[in-house]
C-alpha cells in the first residue's frame, strides 16, 4: 500500500541505463538530454510555484503599487507590516479559531468513524456486504455540491444554521474515502491478531479499540491530516451554513478583505490568504508520507 | 495496553454473554456466525445511517421540492407537477450553462490527465533532487480552492497581474483575463496547476509496471514511445479511468468561476463572466440569488441524472480498453 520512492527509484534506473547502452550514443546525446530534462523541469517548476510568488510579493506591496498599471513586479518597499495589518483588520484569529475548531472536531470523528466502520468492511461479514461495499465505492463518486445544497436546507429547517453541528453529523457519518483507506489497512493484518482474542471471548468493539486500533497509527495520523485540509479549505459549507462571525477563515479571506466603499484590499488580501494557505502546505510537508500513500491507494483500486 | 488488561475485558464479555442471552444454545458455531453478523452492522451502522441520513434523505427532498413552488418564504407554495422541469428544458441559459460545463470538462480533465501524466513520467526518471521536484511540482494540488482562486485573480489582474507584465514585455497590449471571452483560459489554468495531484497517482501506478516487461520492450528495440503508448500506458488504464470518472464530476462541481469572480459571495453570482457562467452557478444563483428552492432543486436533478448517464457512458465505453491486471504476482 505505502509508496516507497526507493522502490521507484530501482526500476526506472535499470530499465533506462538498459535503453541507453543498447543504442550506444555518444556521452554527448546523454548530457545535452539531460540538459534539455532538467531544463525543461526547472522551467515547469518555475511555472508552477509562480502563484505562490506573487502572491507573497503582492502581499509585500503598497496598495497604489497593487493598483498600478503597468505591473509593478517588485514592491519599492517591503511592506512587511501588511501582514500585521492583515491581522489586524479583521478579527483574523478569531476566524483562525473557528476554522480551526470545525476542522478538530470533523477530522477526529471522521477519522474514528471511518476506522470503526472500514474494521467492519475489511473484518467482518454478513448477508448484504458486497452490495453495502458497492455503495460506498459508488458514494464515493456522489456529487456532493449536488447533495450540500438540500442538505443546507434541511439543517436551516433543524436550527443547525449557525452552529458547528453539522459538523459533528458528517464527522459522525463516516467518509467513504477514509472509509476505504482504513479497510484497505485493516484487511492487510494477520489474522492471528483477533483469533486469540475470539477464542477469549472478547467482543469486537474491543477487538477494534484494543487491538486494530493502536496497530493504525499511520493510517490515524493520514486520515486526520486529510480531513483537516478537507476542513481547512472548504469554501463553500461555512459560506453556505455559518453567519460571518461564526465563519471560517476561508470565507473570511475571502470576502472581508475590503474597505468600506467594498472596494478590494489587494495587498492585505494577498497576505491574509499567505497565512491561510502556508499551514496547510507546512502540515502537508510535515505529513507528506501518509498523505501521498492514502492518495496512491485510493487512485488505484 | 497488557495481555492481563484483555483477559479481563475477555472475562467481562463473557460473563455478559453467558448472564445475558441464550443461556446453553447448545450451538457455538451459529451464534458466532450470528454474532459476525450483527457486528457487521454494528460496526457499518454510522455510515449506513450516515449515508441515509446525509446523502438520502436530501436527495429526496431535493426530488419533492423539485415539484414544488418552494422558496422557503411564501407560505403559498404548491405542487406544480413537472412544470419546474419544463419551465428549465425551455430556458436558454440551462442549456448555455450546460453546454460551457460540457465543454470544460472534455477539456481540463483530458487536458489535466495529460499534464498530469508527462509530469509523472518526467519525475520518474532518475534525477538530482527528484524528491524536490515531485514535492514541488505537487504543492499546488494542497492549496485550498480559496487560496488558488485569490492567487489566480491576482496574477491575471488586468492592471497589476503578471500575466499582463509579461504581456507589456513583448509589447502586447493589456488583456482583460478575468473577464470574457479571456475567463475561461484563466479557470482552466487554475485546474492544470492542480495536476500535481494526478502525477502523484500515475506515479504510484508507474511504479507498479513491471520491471520485465520494459527490458523485454528494450532488448526488442522499442523505441521510447511505443514502449510508453504500449506498455505504460495500458497497465496505467486503470488508473486512467478513475482520474476521468472523478475529473468530470469535480469538473461538472467546480466553483472556481465563483472564486475567481469579482465579489465572491454566494449572491455574488451575477458577477460571473458569461464564459464561466457554468451549470453549478446557475444552480446558485437561482437558489441563493433568487430563492427559488424549487426551480433549483430540479435543475440539481437533472445535473445528477445526467452525471449518472455520463459516468455509466464512460465505464461502458471503456470496458474493452481499460486493462486489469488480473495476476497480482506479476505485479512484483
Redesign the interface.
Known sequence: MT?T?S???S?????????RS?GSPPRVRLRTGRLV??T??VV??GL?????G??FL?GLKTSA?????????LPTDFQWHNFADAFNLIDFLGYARNSLIIAFIYATLVTL?SA??G???AR????G?KT?FG??LG?M???????L???Y??F?KLGMVDTYWPWV??G???A?YL?FLFRQFFAGLPRELEEA?IV???????I?W??FL?QSWPVLSASFVIAF?WT?????AP??LLSTERSTL?VA???TYVTTA?TPV?NL??AA?VM??VP??LI??VA?RG??AG??TS??K | MTVEQISTVADRAKEATASGRAPADGRPRTSMTTRRHRAFYMFTSPWIIGFLLLTIVPMVYALWLSFTTYDGISPHWRFIGLDNYSELLADPVTWDSLGRTGLFAVTSVPLSIIAGLGLAVLVNRPLKARGLFRTLLYLPAVVPPVGAGIAFKMMFDQNSGAANGVLNIFGIDALGWLADPYARYVLLMTVLWGAGNIMIISLAGLQDVPRELHEAATIDGASAWRTFRSITVPLLSPVLLFQTVTGVIASVQTIMPLLLAAEATTAGVTAIPQSNYMYMMHVFAEYFALGRYGYASALLWVLFVLILIVTGLIFRFTSGVVFYNVDPEAKK
Open positions: 509508496v520512492s522502490n521507484v527509484t526500476v526506472s534506473r535499470t530499465s533506462t541505463g538498459g535503453g543498447a530534462l532538467y525543461v523541469l515547469i517548476t508552477f510555484l509562480g502563484p505562490f506573487w502572491l503582492t503599487e497593487t493598483a498600478a498599471a503597468p505591473v509593478h513586479w468513524s470503526w466502520v474494521y467492519g468492511f467482518l461479514d454478513a448477508p456486504k453495502l455503495v460506498l458514494s463518486m456522489l456529487p456532493q455540491m449536488i447533495t445544497l438540500p442538505t436546507l434541511i436551516a453529523l458528517w459522525l457519518a463516516a467513504p472509509v482474542a477469549d471471548g472478547c467482543g469486537y468493539a474491543t477494534f484494543r487491538i493502536p485540509t481547512w479549505g472548504d469554501y463553500i459560506q453556505l476561508a479571506v475571502m470576502s467594498g489587494t488580501q494577498a490568504s491561510y494557505v496547510i502546505l502537508f510537508l507528506q498523505f501521498v492518495m496512491s487512485g488505484l
